[in-house]
């Protein structure tokens, strides 16, 4: 399977369990984006204690020509090792788990996390996996106008003057109170852009965590990534102890995919009522009991 893998996604594996497809010293290298170059130098600096500028930055990939990049002139011995087996990833290697690997995970678990689960399903699966994979971000890390700019464009075809402005005062309130409202929303980024969010209210706990205002970009629909934040919202639930996940959606034809959506997550419809945010629609309720696997 290894060698059905493009040339030029080959030196984007690092051996040690990254991927730098997703490095911004890649990505600043391949765009030729000054600003990104600034920045990802900056944040280097401030990790390692160097003192870079922004020149120094542009990296071609792991296993690509490195030599005149700044991270060359730091000694690899992992990456090393992988070029003299002539292997792509430690985790092809019969002697893994080893000693070299086991200081680099001090560093960063995700990298060990990363090669269990090249072990698992082979290289190729997890290029497209990793490709494809949302990271849910804290609302801190953005700044106010993230959830109603999301909002807005995800509910572009039913947003009236009445929703608009409840999801201005939500994205107020959020900001406005980090440690409580703002703590039960995330943002879901696919490689560090911003395509969804999904929040929640957790006033009714144990026995019930009821999701709020969630949405996927239209751009990013049809590709799963819905049912992957709703999930996400399930796991959390879970761990915190919730009995029950309660969610309410709309009659509307433009809410039928997330109709679809919940029943394809397992949810079971438990109400309807006449009445909802668009004229002449009502909504229906939904509900999915966390003692199960999902």
Known sequence: MVYMIPESEKKLIAPCGLYCG???????YINNDTDLKKKTANDINKQLDLNLNHEQIGCAGCLGNIHTDWSARLDCEVRACAIGKKI????LCNN???EKLEKHFRDDNNKRENL??????GLESWLNEINNRLLFEPIFKYQQGIISSLLLRGFAEVCDKKLKEKI?????????NPQTIGACVFISTLHDNPIGLASWDPRKWPEIAEIGWNCILPEFR????????IKELLRR???AGFKKAFVRTGEHPFFIPAQKMYLACDFKECKKLPTG???????????FCLNKSF
């Open 22 to 28: 997703h490095c911004n010293d890649y990505i600043a």
């Open 88 to 91: 792509l990833s430690c985790a």
């Open 96 to 98: 893994f788990s080893c």
């Open 116 to 121: 269990l689960r090249i072990k698992e399903i």
């Open 168 to 176: 201005m005062q939500y994205d107020k309130e959020s900001f406005g």
């Open 222 to 229: 049809g590709k799963g990534f819905g049912q992957t934040q």
């Open 237 to 239: 639930f879970k761990t």
């Open 277 to 287: 945010d668009q004229p002449g629609y009502g909504t229906i309720d939904y509900e």
